[in-house]
T-cell receptor
Framework: GNSVTQMEGPVTLSEEAFLTINCTYTATGYPSLFWYVQYPGEGLQLLLKATKADDKGSNKGFEATYRKETTSFHLEKGSVQVSDSAVYFCALSSNAGNMLTFGGGTRLMVKP | DTAVSQTPKYLVTQMGNDKSIKCEQNLGHDTMYWYKQDSKKFLKIMFSYNNKELIINETVPNRFSPKSPDKAHLNLHINSLELGDSAVYFC?????????FGPGTRLTVT
């Protein structure tokens, strides 16, 4: 079956530091890949997506590249802000009803 | 306007009770979902409905029964609540692969 593995948190960084959150996946076929963000007390919001190999998704300074050869979709940001503090979820979508399979989530804490 | 809304936001109840969580989306999407998020933030799909018909039913106890009166609504009814049902429940909807989530309902069973 499908599965998503992402690095455990929490990840604690100082403002303006470089961020990487690793994500690898196992899936049959050619899934679409996503990063969702959950701010405290809120639901999930789509941060970025990539639908085929070598696609790069980007939004709000975050980016991730769909690497089929390494089955990875690592999230990066060059300079984090305190407002980026949240839980980040890597996910993939199978063709079966567009069901999302999520990773375990990574909590990011950015300190001023 | 809220795209995906859920009520209530918080629900505290005792073991053995029956409760319902409501979800509505005004995006015109065909597919709706229920997810469960446990205390460690792990998210798992429970159900998926497309145009009022069940298309995914993951391994969920049959105490959980989704009901979709129309394609804009997907309610979740839970019978005989157990301590292990305590979690945050998220509703979502989609037109294609991009899903839009509601704000969540925090269920606490005492």
């Amino acid at each position: 079956g499908n599965s998503v593995t992402q690095m455990e948190g929490p990840v604690t960084l100082s403002e303006e530091a470089f961020l990487t959150i690793n994500c690898t996946y196992t899936a049959t076929g050619y899934p679409s890949l996503f990063w969702y963000v959950q701010y405290p007390g809120e639901g999930l919001q789509l941060l970025l997506k990539a639908t085929k190999a070598d696609d790069k998704g980007s939004n709000k300074g975050f980016e991730a590249t769909y690497r089929k050869e390494t089955t990875s979709f690592h999230l990066e940001k060059g300079s984090v802000q305190v407002s980026d503090s949240a839980v980040y979820f890597c996910a993939l979508s199978s063709n079966a009803g567009n069901m999302l399979t999520f990773g375990g989530g990574t909590r990011l804490m950015v300190k001023p | 306007d809220t795209a995906v809304s859920q009520t209530p936001k918080y629900l505290v109840t005792q073991m053995g009770n029956d409760k319902s969580i409501k979800c509505e989306q005004n995006l015109g999407h065909d597919t709706m979902y229920w997810y469960k998020q446990d205390s460690k933030k792990f998210l798992k799909i429970m159900f998926s409905y497309n145009n009022k018909e069940l298309i995914i039913n993951e391994t969920v106890p049959n105490r959980f029964s989704p009901k979709s009166p129309d394609k804009a609504h997907l309610n979740l009814h839970i019978n005989s609540l157990e301590l292990g049902d305590s979690a945050v429940y998220f509703c979502a909807s989609s037109l294609d692969y991009e899903q839009y989530f509601g704000p969540g309902t925090r269920l606490t069973v005492t």
